[in-house]
């Protein structure tokens, strides 16, 4: 696997080995031992998640406060742009973001480490997105910020509005979403 760094600390491009021929590919999408050499870190993942979207959906930006998740996440059938935040106070990349786009084809991964915000628009008619995390989900522990926040200025590649769930449609200011519970 190749691993690349991020203009934000600790959030990383994850690009595995791809074996492919005229019957399809074959890669290890994920592997313990060889995550945490490349990464430096020394992680477990506790959940997996799946989510199907159409296009212009956008979800986020999500994290827990409290009870951060550490994500590894890629998408495995259409396009998606994805985005990480950080909200690590004493971190030098504090307010700033990354953005990049995952899809099937490539197969690259985005290791967004405890303490960011994440999030992503579908790019694609429809996409199917895969994330391990490291800590479990806590609905009582979940913050959302603002997808449009002006103090993140995200640029979301968009052409029309978003397709928003009720809960983000109540993202809040990143000031407020770190406000403690």
């Known amino acids: 696997m190749r691993v690349t760094p991020t203009v934000i600390a600790d959030v990383l491009i994850i690009e595995p080995r791809v074996f492919g021929d ?95 915000a994440h999030g992503f628009l579908v790019l694609s008619d429809s996409a199917d997105f895969l994330y391990k995390t490291t800590d479990y989900y806590a609905p009582a522990l979940e913050r959302c910020i603002a997808w449009n926040d002006p103090t993140l200025n995200i640029r979301w590649p968009l052409d029309i509005e978003p397709l928003l769930s009720a809960k983000d449609r109540l993202g809040l200011p990143l000031d407020v979403a770190l406000l403690p519970i």
């Open 22 to 116: 005229p019957r399809g590919f074959f890669f290890e999408s994920f592997n313990q031992r060889e995550f945490n050499a490349a990464t430096g870190t020394d992680f477990t993942f506790v959940q997996d998640n799946h989510s199907r979207s159409e296009k212009g959906v956008l979800r986020g930006l999500h994290f827990q406060l409290g009870q951060p998740q550490g994500k590894l996440v890629r998408a495995v059938r259409g396009t998606v742009f994805d985005v990480a935040v950080d909200i690590r106070p004493a971190s030098p990349s504090f307010g700033k973001w990354f953005g990049l786009e995952l899809n099937e084809h490539d197969h690259r991964q985005l290791w967004v480490p405890p303490g960011l």
